[in-house]
């Protein structure tokens, strides 16, 4: 197999986190300019692209600012800065558990995702990393779903990025998981959960198929409230989107606050933090493939629903786990 080459290094700065965009020229084509591709590839509107060609604001791999009239050369890569719109800020602490010249753990609150993606980029677990920790090759080696809680492992070193990605790909890490959901002494627990999970794009909750299962899931129950909810211990030996999410809703416990899962609800505000799906990340234990020492991190955050459950079922907003 031919292996890709890696991405030239970008001439602009981050940004607020946040890297450049790179437009590669394709081969072939009948524009004549590199404005002209660049106004038909990214719809952009009526005279945008002439404006920041205008401002110097797309530049070559040199970082020259690209002229109205450079000629197309296929193959070429220019950078710009995207104009990015307003995100409600994550009001919450991240808190970083652990760091080394390696890696970076960091405890992420509900509702900030992982990384750059789709409406969040700059409140996003990467970006506010690189920002505060001075970090800007920092990059995730796994990714929790913005409205989940709990432990995330970054990467220091580009170089190393392979070696920590593969402990997730090979199954080498332990992960466990706190979850408040209903009690149900009719399910018989422990457990583990096994089923085929599709997830299709464009699609926002996930759904269990017919078929050779790709996801499992062991469930534990560990305490529970007189005329409350209960408390338990996941542990996905898989990594299916919503994995967890669709396991316990599929047991007939879905885990509390949550807006897709047994069904979709409508959207909340993004400015809504009011009640946090009630999931956690809450252990990480591998060997570094690095440096060989053998981590075990373990969130300090109490998901808000068991340790105050008429807080979290409330209108208050007071602190999130």
Not at 49 to 67: N, Q, S, T, Y
Not at 71 to 77: I, K, T
Not at 125 to 137: Q, V
Not at 233 to 251: C, E, I, K
Request: glycine share 6%.
């Amino acid at each position: 197999m031919r292996r890709r080459s890696p991405a030239p290094p970008s001439p602009l700065p981050q940004r607020d986190g946040i890297d450049a965009v790179r437009v590669k020229l394709p081969q072939g084509g009948a524009w004549a300019t590199v404005r002209d591709h660049l106004v038909e590839r990214l719809a952009a509107g009526d005279g945008v692209i002439d404006e920041m060609l205008a401002a110097g604001l797309i530049v070559d791999a040199v970082g020259r600012a690209v002229p109205r009239d450079r000629a197309y050369v296929p193959g070429m890569s220019v950078w710009f800065h995207r104009d990015l719109p307003y995100e409600a800020p994550v009001p919450f602490p991240l808190e970083v558990v652990y760091r080394d010249e390696h890696v970076v753990v960091a405890d992420k609150p509900h509702f900030l995702a992982t990384t750059p993606r789709g409406s969040h980029i700059t409140q996003t677990a990467l970006a506010r990393l690189r920002r505060e920790l001075g970090l800007p090759t920092l990059s995730a080696a796994h990714r929790l779903d913005r409205l989940t809680a709990g432990l995330v492992l970054f990467i220091v070193r580009p170089e190393e990025r392979g070696a920590y990605q593969s402990l997730f790909r090979d199954r080498l890490i332990t992960k466990e998981y706190e979850a408040v959901a209903p009690y149900d002494p009719s399910i018989a627990l422990p457990r583990v959960v096994r089923s085929r999970i599709v997830k299709e794009r464009g699609v926002m909750a996930a759904r269990e198929v017919e078929g050779e299962p790709n996801a499992v899931s062991g469930v534990e129950l560990l305490d529970r409230q007189e005329n409350g909810p209960a408390r338990y211990r996941l542990r996905p030996r898989t990594g299916q989107t919503h994995q967890l999410r669709v396991h316990m809703a599929s047991l007939g416990l879905p885990i509390l606050g949550d807006p897709l899962y047994p069904d979709v609800r409508d959207p909340v505000a993004a400015d809504d933090f009011r009640r946090p799906l009630q999931l956690l990340a809450c252990a990480l234990e591998f060997a570094d493939p690095v440096t060989g020492l053998a981590h075990r991190f373990v969130s300090e955050r109490v998901l808000q629903a068991w340790s105050s459950y008429e807080v979290w079922a409330g209108t208050t907003s007071e602190d999130q786990a």
